[in-house]
């Protein structure tokens, strides 16, 4: 068995992030091949458990509980697929410097016995809680293994230390409690672990960006009048999993009058000559998720549609040629318009218009950018983070409007995009 996770096996290396910034960042094929060094994933487990090793020390905490399917897969790297995202099934338990243990839906703790050689066999268990309610909290799930969590972090030497838990159910914080766990907020450990990518994660997010690349020039073959929204989403979808994607989490398919407000969803709408139409692909390859926009015209386009396209180019490329380590968050926000400048009566309506997120296992993760946030609560800008530049701009024709989103990687020296389908300009898909 290979104890490359092993608490006494992991050593301050494994917190170097192994960068290499090149002239361009690579997007490797799949396959894993032997005559290029592609992802390394030892190497990727052991940087992400020590990365939570050092955020746990310098915290509160001694330990941390676990519910959060980003969470577990980034301490103990097992997966069980995207069935498991809001079932609250599975838990995982880090204590001091112990390995990590993970409670699993029933046979996968006996898979992950036999195949994650990383970590320890008797820390792979099989349990589960409630379910979301499912399981009645009177059948006693929860405080059999609230006990059993409280004697492991006793037995770890950490019973007197607050335990960082990310969320749970309402029961479970009630069961911890009445075993005089200390529960405080293990969610902000566990984004300040995250934050940092190192080389084989910004090459994952790279890899899971080049897929979206495909998709949109199929999407800029296929959109023309008569197609629907839903068929656009339903190719988008056939391609992505032919790709190997393990999770196309949603597609935004957003057209003509439907661009203003922005509904963020998608309908059965036929697609019309001059609709301006916007998309969003929203999907992971081996857990590293895509958040990527494009907006599209269809045969022609209007002065005030172009107009809108111009204007949300101008901001986008402002806030990106803003990104370098050390800026903070605020002098980003600060390029983007106010939310009443929109024609929004304040910043919280037009929250998510105008925005960065960090990209990583979870859609969300830091920095968050936004007016509504940053303006007062401004963070740190930090070579090996990786987010999302989005903005929107409305049309004065009252209806259209145009959406850009591009993916960045933080460099030593600034930023790479990694969202390559051509949006310098306003795309014309089959122009008349």
Same mark, same amino acid.
């Given at each position: 068995?290979?104890?490359?996770?092993?608490?006494?096996?992991?050593?301050?290396?494994?917190?170097?992030?192994?960068?290499?910034?090149?002239?361009?960042?690579?997007?490797?094929?799949?396959?894993?091949?032997?005559?290029?060094?592609?992802?390394?994933?030892?190497?990727?487990?052991?940087?992400?458990?020590?990365?939570?090793?050092?955020?746990?020390?310098?915290?509160?905490?001694?330990?941390?509980?676990?519910?959060?399917?980003?969470?577990?897969?980034?301490?103990?790297?097992?997966?069980?697929?995207?069935?498991?995202?809001?079932?609250?099934?599975?838990?995982?338990?880090?204590?001091?410097?112990?390995?990590?243990?993970?409670?699993?839906?029933?046979?996968?703790?006996?898979?992950?016995?036999?195949?994650?050689?990383?970590?320890?066999?008797?820390?792979?268990?099989?349990?589960?809680?409630?379910?979301?309610?499912?399981?009645?909290?009177?059948?006693?799930?929860?405080?059999?293994?609230?006990?059993?969590?409280?004697?492991?972090?006793?037995?770890?030497?950490?019973?007197?230390?607050?335990?960082?838990?990310?969320?749970?159910?309402?029961?479970? $914080?009630?069961?911890?409690?009445?075993?005089?766990?200390?529960?405080?907020?293990?969610?902000?450990?566990?984004?300040?672990?995250?934050?940092?990518?190192?080389?084989?994660?910004?090459?994952?997010?790279?890899?899971?960006?080049?897929?979206?690349?495909?998709?949109?020039?199929?999407?800029?073959?296929?959109?023309?009048?008569?197609?629907?929204?839903?068929?656009?989403?339903?190719?988008?979808?056939?391609?992505?999993?032919?790709?190997?994607?393990?999770?196309?989490?949603?597609?935004?398919?957003?057209?003509?009058?439907?661009?203003?407000?922005?509904?963020?969803?998608?309908?059965?709408?036929?697609?019309?000559?001059?609709?301006?139409? $916007?998309?969003?692909?929203?999907?992971?390859?081996?857990?590293?998720?895509?958040?990527?926009?494009?907006?599209?015209?269809?045969?022609?386009?209007?002065?005030?549609?172009?107009?809108?396209?111009?204007?949300?180019?101008?901001?986008?490329?402002?806030?990106?040629?803003?990104?370098?380590?050390?800026?903070?968050?605020?002098?980003?926000?600060?390029?983007?318009?106010?939310?009443?400048?929109?024609?929004?009566?304040?910043?919280?309506?037009?929250?998510?218009?105008?925005?960065?997120?960090?990209?990583?296992?979870?859609?969300?993760?830091?920095?968050?950018?936004?007016?509504?946030?940053?303006?007062?609560?401004?963070?740190?800008?930090?070579?090996?983070?990786?987010?999302?530049?989005?903005?929107?701009?409305?049309?004065?024709?009252?209806?259209?409007?145009?959406?850009?989103?591009?993916?960045?990687?933080?460099?030593?020296?600034?930023?790479?995009?990694?969202?390559?389908?051509?949006?310098?300009?306003?795309?014309?898909?089959?122009?008349?």
């Amino acid at each position: 068995m290979s104890r490359a996770l092993m608490p006494n096996m992991l050593t301050p290396q494994d917190l170097e992030p192994n960068w290499e910034w090149r002239e361009r960042l690579p997007a490797w094929g799949h396959t894993s091949v032997d005559f290029e060094r592609r992802i390394d994933h030892d190497r990727l487990r052991r940087y992400r458990l020590a990365r939570t090793r050092q955020s746990l020390q310098n915290s509160q905490a001694g330990s941390l509980l676990l519910f959060d399917v980003n969470n577990i897969r980034y301490v103990t790297a097992t997966k069980i697929g995207e069935w498991e995202r809001d079932k609250m099934c599975r838990f995982c338990l880090l204590t001091g410097d112990d390995s990590p243990y993970v409670w699993d839906f029933g046979s996968a703790a006996v898979h992950h016995k036999r195949h994650s050689d990383w970590l320890e066999p008797d820390h792979c268990l099989a349990g589960v809680v409630g379910m979301r309610g499912t399981i009645p909290p009177d059948f006693g799930l929860m405080q059999k293994y609230a006990k059993m969590i409280a004697q492991l972090i006793k037995d770890a030497g950490m019973a007197n230390m607050p335990v960082g838990v990310d969320y749970a159910e309402t029961a479970m $914080f009630h069961a911890l409690k009445e075993e005089g766990i200390n529960v405080v907020d293990g969610q902000q450990i566990m984004l300040a672990a995250r934050e940092i990518k190192n080389w084989d994660e910004i090459q994952l997010l790279t890899q899971a960006a080049s897929m979206v690349d495909g998709v949109y020039h199929m999407i800029y073959e296929e959109l023309k009048p008569g197609v629907r929204e839903n068929d656009i989403v339903a190719l988008s979808n056939k391609m992505l999993y032919e790709m190997g994607s393990d999770d196309v989490e949603a597609i935004n398919a957003i057209s003509g009058e439907r661009c203003n407000p922005h509904p963020h969803n998608f309908t059965d709408r036929l697609i019309r000559p001059g609709d301006q139409a $916007f998309f969003d692909i929203l999907q992971s390859y081996q857990g590293y998720r895509t958040c990527y926009y494009r907006t599209f015209n269809v045969g022609r386009a209007t002065p005030s549609q172009n107009d809108a396209y111009v204007k949300a180019r101008e901001w986008i490329d402002a806030s990106i040629a803003m990104i370098k380590p050390g800026v903070t968050t605020d002098k980003v926000a600060e390029v983007w318009p106010t939310a009443e400048s929109l024609g929004f009566p304040n910043e919280d309506a037009a929250f998510g218009l105008q925005f960065g997120h960090g990209l990583g296992l979870a859609l969300h993760e830091r920095p968050i950018i936004s007016r509504a946030i940053s303006l007062d609560h401004p963070m740190e800008i930090k070579t090996g983070m990786v987010f999302a530049l989005e903005t929107y701009c409305p049309a004065t024709d009252g209806y259209s409007a145009a959406r850009i989103e591009e993916e960045v990687v933080v460099t030593e020296t600034g930023c790479e995009v990694i969202s390559l389908f051509p949006a310098e300009e306003l795309p014309i898909a089959n122009r008349y």
